[in-house]
Structures are given as structure tokens and as C-alpha cells.
């Protein structure tokens, strides 16, 4: 998040995402999973792109999914080496879709590649 974006909310959030933004890749993973139990929610899965709910109001499952790079994190050089493998890209895209992130790696991915892709990226920071 930029500083204009931090200035934009409260100054307890504002505080909290400084707070988020010392820790190391290790600790947002077991910060997200404490949250995630501590909650009884989900990170693992965020709809990038609208889902559809049915006439009946039951939601539809998700063919599609995109692989989005939260953050980088301290392990930016293996970040790197995942997103090439994951997108057949060459080191300079790669590496500026990692300095670019939040990001989309790739767009239009089947549910179980999507998961592999996923473990491939951890603990960095994943939406799908």
C-alpha cells in the first residue's frame, strides 16, 4: 500500500498495515492463518472477478480463477523464479510483475492448477 493509500484510512488502521508491512514472509503467513482460525474465515480463496449468485441465491462454483501476488515479501528472488515457471515469462516481466505487486500473475486458470500455483507461491501472499 503507498503512503497516500495508508493516509487515506483510519489512523488505527493505518497503524496496523505499518505494523504488517515489518514483518517477514513466515510471520504474515502464521498472522493470516491465526486470523483465519480466529475468525472462522478464509483467506485462501478472494474473487478477483465478480462471481455470479443463481436466481435461487445459491452461489455459483468458479471454473476461472486468477493467480494474484499479494507481496514479495524478504524471498523476492524465489518469488521470482515461481512466477517464471508459473507464467513462462522472462526474468526482466517477471521480476516487475514481483516490484509491481499486488499483481496478476495469470488469469484464466483452471481450480486445480490454481491450487498448485498457490503452494508453489507460499508463503508469500496469494488471492486467488
Known amino acids: 500500500m503507498s503512503e ?3 493516509k487515506e484510512v483510519s489512523p488505527k488502521l493505518s497503524k496496523i498495515i505499518e505494523a504488517v508491512e515489518e514483518l517477514t514472509i513466515i510471520e504474515m503467513a502464521d498472522l493470516v492463518k491465526a486470523m483465519e482460525e480466529k475468525f472462522g474465515v478464509s483467506a485462501a480463496v478472494a474473487v478477483a472477478a ?3 449468485a443463481g436466481a435461487d441465491g445459491g452461489a455459483e462454483e468458479k ?3 486468477t ?3 499479494t507481496a514479495a515479501g524478504d524471498q523476492k528472488i524465489q518469488v521470482i523464479k515461481v512466477v517464471r ?3 513462462g ?3 526482466k516481466e517477471a521480476k516487475d510483475i514481483v516490484d509491481g505487486a499486488p499483481a496478476e ?3 484464466g486458470v483452471p481450480k486445480e492448477q490454481a491450487e ?3 503452494k508453489k507461491l507460499s508463503p508469500t501472499l496469494v488471492q486467488l
Open 116 to 118: 498448485e500455483f498457490k
Open 50 to 52: 465478480g462471481g455470479g
Open 85 to 87: 515457471e508459473i507464467t
Open 4 to 6: 497516500e493509500q495508508v
Open 89 to 91: 515469462l522472462g526474468l
Open 63 to 65: 471454473s476461472d480463477y
Open 67 to 69: 493467480i494474484m501476488l
Open 105 to 107: 500473475v495469470k488469469a
